[in-house]
């Protein structure tokens, strides 16, 4: 198995991730095709890339020409069957329910070509799961991509126990490719990333809900004395409460730890919708 292969590859969920993920493929020199249910959703996803690539472009970091030359190998649609069924890659970027990624994969699976590599941007949970019943278990593979996705280096490459030693390298090449650095793990909860980053952000809120310091302090906390890149509190507004209580609640379960425990009060800001940047109020005002 060789990655030329992924030169087709179609992207499944053109949420924050699929659309950064589609990016950086199609940067690569791949054609995607990204897929979501709604047209609407997968225009407002080629809309994330057109923005950020002009950005770029603004900031003296990408050409115009190679601004559209990316936008240009991107082609949408909302037929998950019909965006598979040429891919030598499928990377499925769809909302974190096991249910709906096992059902997803075991349609696809039956359909496209018995080479092409299957890969979940899961951040959590059990690949082995999301993976049970697909055909061809050997080409299925982890891959986390980490937003924004165009700009963070890491690529967290997950082997089940049923992972070819073939997929592993085809995906390290691929993620080189992409000018990642891949690093490869266990099929384990929350796997090396989410597991260490989802506690530190949990602590970070409880010690916000009692009152240690504010939230501009703790994160300072971690910006200045450990040299984070974004404190834990805005890292949780930029990537979702009620996608961060998801895991951890998954993860509370699955680790049986009680350092994944969710605050009472990142329910209560779930609950009123305050979901950090995407809903223009988290811990801070976006
Ligand atoms: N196009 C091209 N380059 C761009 C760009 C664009 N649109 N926007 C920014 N850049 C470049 C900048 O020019 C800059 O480049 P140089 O270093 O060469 O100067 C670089 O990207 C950084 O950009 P900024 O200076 O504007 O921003 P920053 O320094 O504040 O960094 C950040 C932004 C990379 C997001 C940084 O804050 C960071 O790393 N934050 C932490 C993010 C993180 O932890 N993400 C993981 C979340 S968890 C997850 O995703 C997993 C999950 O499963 C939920």
Same mark, same amino acid.
């Given at each position: 198995? %060789?990655?030329t292969?992924?030169q087709t590859?179609?992207?499944?969920?053109?949420?924050?991730?699929?659309?950064?993920?589609?990016h950086?493929?199609?940067?690569?020199g791949?054609s995607?095709?990204?897929?979501?249910?709604?047209?609407?959703?997968?225009?407002k996803?080629?809309?994330?890339v057109?923005?950020?690539?002009q950005?770029?472009?603004e900031k003296g970091?990408?050409t115009?020409?190679?601004?559209?030359?990316?936008?240009?190998?991107?082609? %949408?649609?909302t037929?998950?069957?019909?965006?598979?069924?040429?891919a030598?890659?499928?990377?499925?970027?769809?909302?974190?329910?096991?249910?709906l990624?096992?059902?997803l994969f075991?349609?696809?699976?039956?359909?496209v070509?018995p080479?092409?590599v299957l890969?979940?941007?899961?951040?959590?949970?059990?690949?082995?799961?999301?993976?049970a019943?697909?055909?061809?278990?050997e080409r299925?593979?982890?891959?986390?991509?980490?937003?924004?996705?165009?700009?963070?280096a890491l690529?967290?490459?997950?082997? %089940?126990?049923?992972?070819?030693?073939?997929?592993?390298?085809?995906?390290?090449?691929f993620?080189?490719?992409?000018?990642?650095?891949?690093?490869v793990?266990?099929?384990?909860?929350g796997?090396?990333?989410?597991r260490?980053?989802?506690?530190?952000?949990?602590?970070?809120?409880?010690?916000?809900?009692?009152g240690v310091?504010?939230?501009?302090?703790?994160?300072?906390?971690m910006v200045?004395? =450990?040299g984070?890149?974004?404190?834990?509190?805005?890292?949780?507004?930029?990537?979702?409460?009620?996608?961060?209580l998801?895991?951890a609640? =998954?993860?509370?379960v699955?680790?049986?730890?009680?350092?994944?425990?969710a605050p009472?009060?990142?329910?209560?800001?779930?609950?009123?919708?305050?979901?950090?940047?995407k809903?223009?109020?988290?811990? =801070?005002?976006w």
């Amino acid at each position: 198995m %060789t990655e030329t292969r992924f030169q087709t590859i179609a992207v499944l969920g053109a949420g924050t991730m699929g659309a950064g993920i589609a990016h950086v493929c199609a940067q690569a020199g791949s054609s995607v095709m990204l897929q979501d249910v709604a047209d609407e959703f997968v225009q407002k996803g080629l809309g994330r890339v057109r923005d950020f690539l002009q950005k770029g472009v603004e900031k003296g970091k990408v050409t115009a020409q190679q601004r559209d030359e990316v936008l240009a190998r991107i082609k %949408t649609t909302t037929d998950r069957i019909g965006a598979c069924r040429t891919a030598g890659l499928v990377i499925e970027a769809v909302p974190e329910k096991l249910e709906l990624k096992n059902d997803l994969f075991r349609e696809i699976g039956a359909v496209v070509a018995p080479t092409c590599v299957l890969a979940s941007n899961t951040s959590s949970l059990s690949l082995g799961k999301v993976f049970a019943g697909v055909a061809g278990p050997e080409r299925c593979i982890g891959m986390h991509f980490f937003n924004p996705v165009p700009l963070m280096a890491l690529l967290e490459l997950v082997r %089940t126990a049923a992972t070819s030693q073939a997929t592993i390298d085809a995906a390290i090449a691929f993620g080189k490719r992409l000018g990642k650095e891949p690093i490869v793990v266990k099929d384990s909860p929350g796997f090396a990333s989410s597991r260490l980053g989802v506690c530190l952000g949990l602590e970070a809120i409880r010690m916000f809900e009692s009152g240690v310091a504010s939230a501009e302090d703790i994160d300072k906390a971690m910006v200045l004395g =450990y040299g984070h890149p974004m404190g834990p509190l805005k890292l949780t507004d930029l990537v979702g409460l009620d996608v961060r209580l998801a895991i951890a609640d =998954y993860l509370a379960v699955e680790l049986d730890h009680p350092g994944f425990k969710a605050p009472v009060l990142m329910r209560k800001m779930v609950a009123e919708g305050k979901l950090g940047k995407k809903t223009g109020q988290g811990f =801070y005002r976006w």
